[in-house]
């Protein structure tokens, strides 16, 4: 049980295109999901918070029109990466908590590597 | 904004030996503390956890051992094996929001044979 998947595993894009990674809850409802970003070696810093039904809360300091998340549903939450450059270039993860079950428990996706020419 | 710190950065430990990685914290909302064991290229997995209305939690080789008081907790790795190599996080309930976390700096954990 648990299981969160992220789509796409890798992703290769030109400068000032832009990026959407899908991440689903496959056997719960995720009540709210959480974006992460990790740069090689380094630890994992918290992008944004959404819950479904609503608009995304995000960490100081990261661009809300640059980083769009979209939760529409209790499995999906979307990230998109807008007119990427290379310094977007990154690790990205996102989490799933099951809010129904009443636990604090975060389960992780497999993440989508970044990289942008 | 919580604090996490943890020690040590990267452990190397023999086949067969005790890996302990120690975890401190400055406040939490909730009595909630993770571990979490991420291998290259891969997204984190959930290893052990504890709720602390006990002080050690275990589960297999590995356990968590907690003391509130100092606002310390631990993670040990019994008969350590070459598989363990990997990094490990602890994490902590965000007082803000009990729902996020707040990661430690990770340790690089490599068992030799």
């Known amino acids: 049980g648990a299981v969160v998947s992220q789509h796409p595993s890798r992703v290769i894009c030109k400068s000032g295109t832009s990026v959407k990674i899908e991440c689903r809850s496959l056997d719960f409802q995720a009540t709210t999901m959480f974006w992460y970003r990790q740069f090689p070696k380094q630890s994992l810093m918290l992008m944004a918070t959404s819950n479904e039904g609503s608009k995304a809360t995000y960490e100081q300091g990261v661009e809300k029109d640059k980083f769009l998340i979209n939760h529409a549903s209790l499995t999906l939450s979307t990230l998109t990466v807008t007119s990427a450059h290379p310094e977007d270039s990154s690790f990205y993860i996102c989490?799933?908590?099951?809010?129904?079950?009443?636990?604090?428990?975060?389960?992780f996706g497999p993440g989508t590597r970044l990289t942008v020419t | 904004q919580q604090q996490v710190k943890q020690s040590p950065q990267s452990l190397i430990v023999q086949k067969g030996g005790i890996s302990i990685i120690n975890c401190a914290y400055e406040?939490?909302?909730?009595?909630?503390f993770p571990w979490y064991q991420q291998f290259p290229g891969k997204g984190p997995a959930l290893l052990i956890a504890i709720r602390p209305d006990v002080s050690e939690k275990k589960e297999g080789r590995f356990t968590i051992s907690f003391n509130k008081s100092a606002k310390q907790f631990s993670l040990h790795i019994m008969d350590s094996q070459p598989g363990d190599s990997a990094t490990y996080f602890c994490?902590?309930?965000?007082?803000?929001?009990?729902?996020?976390?707040?990661f430690g700096t990770g340790t690089r954990l490599q068992v030799t044979l």
């Open positions: 406040n939490t909302a909730f009595d909630y």
């Open positions: 994490a902590v309930p965000n007082t803000g929001t009990a729902s996020k976390l707040t």
């Open positions: 989490s799933a908590r099951d809010g129904l079950s009443g636990g604090f428990e975060q389960y």
